[in-house]
């Protein structure tokens, strides 16, 4: 059963590529899409792009032309939940798209031909997830090290990831982010750009889907300079901690 990991930059896909045994590069749609076997398993490796339509597809192309039959999401985002800081990581349990807005035909933030706001990943692929992160913030393996942390520890988090079009880089536009949709009952913990597209896909493959993202920046005044030192800095290491120690445990 080929299982699919995909990041956004290659500084969040780490040294997957070289790890591969049998590596085999097959060139589709403008991507590079890494077959092989890692940890006993069938891979592909690949990168998405930035955005939601870059995402969606990857995805679909993982869906139909590689056979996937689950995907991950690796890669980085910006804090928007309380107590949310640069280092920690966040799993997603739903995903929503914070700039779909078909209202008044559709409630805000509903995708049409969607029953629903919020999509689910799914609850076993997140669950082997979660326990390799906190695997890895026990050991400190890879990019968990203290010294990776621009806080202190890493913590782990699990709820509600949005995605959208957006690099959202001010404190204004992060506080009203977080405002809106938790005064519509979506308590928020972190913000990016592709991964709903790729739930939303999945979904629509009826394909199981899971996400982790590391906390770059805060979403706010500081996020441009902090997310490029952290994805230049730490999120290859801790990409290659989080996979490897995600599929030892598949």
């Not at 349990?93 to 999509?119: E, K, N, T």
């Not at 609850?123 to 990019?143: H, K, N, P, Q, S």
């Amino acid at each position: 059963m080929t299982i699919a990991i995909l990041s956004a930059l290659p500084e969040e896909q780490g040294s997957l590529v070289s790890a591969l045994e049998c590596a085999e590069r097959v060139r589709h749609a403008g991507r590079d899409f890494w077959r092989g076997r890692l940890h006993g398993h069938d891979l592909v490796l690949v990168l998405s792009g930035i955005g939601k339509v870059a995402a969606a597809s990857t995805a679909a192309s993982l869906a139909e032309r590689f056979g996937a039959r689950r995907m991950v999401f690796t890669g980085v985002a910006g804090g928007l939940g309380e107590g949310v800081r640069v280092g920690d990581v966040v799993v997603a349990r739903h995903y929503l798209q914070h700039d779909m807005d078909a209202s008044p035909i559709f409630p805000r933030w509903q995708v049409p031909g969607h029953d629903a706001a919020c999509m689910a990943c799914d609850a076993a692929l997140t669950a082997t997830l979660l326990e390799a992160v906190g695997l890895c913030i026990e050991r400190a393996e890879g990019g968990f090290g203290p010294e990776s942390a621009a806080t202190g520890a890493a913590r782990l988090h699990h709820g509600l990831v949005a995605s959208g079009d957006r690099f959202v880089s001010t404190a204004a536009e992060s506080c009203a982010l977080r405002g809106t949709l938790r005064a519509a009952g979506h308590d928020v913990l972190a913000v990016e750009m592709e991964g709903a597209a790729v739930a939303q896909v999945c979904r629509e493959h009826g394909l199981p889907f899971a996400a982790v993202r590391t906390i770059s920046d805060r979403a706010d005044d500081g996020a441009p300079g902090d997310f490029a030192h952290f994805v230049r800095h730490v999120a290859g290491p801790r990409a290659d901690a989080l996979v490897h120690q995600f599929l030892r445990l598949l």
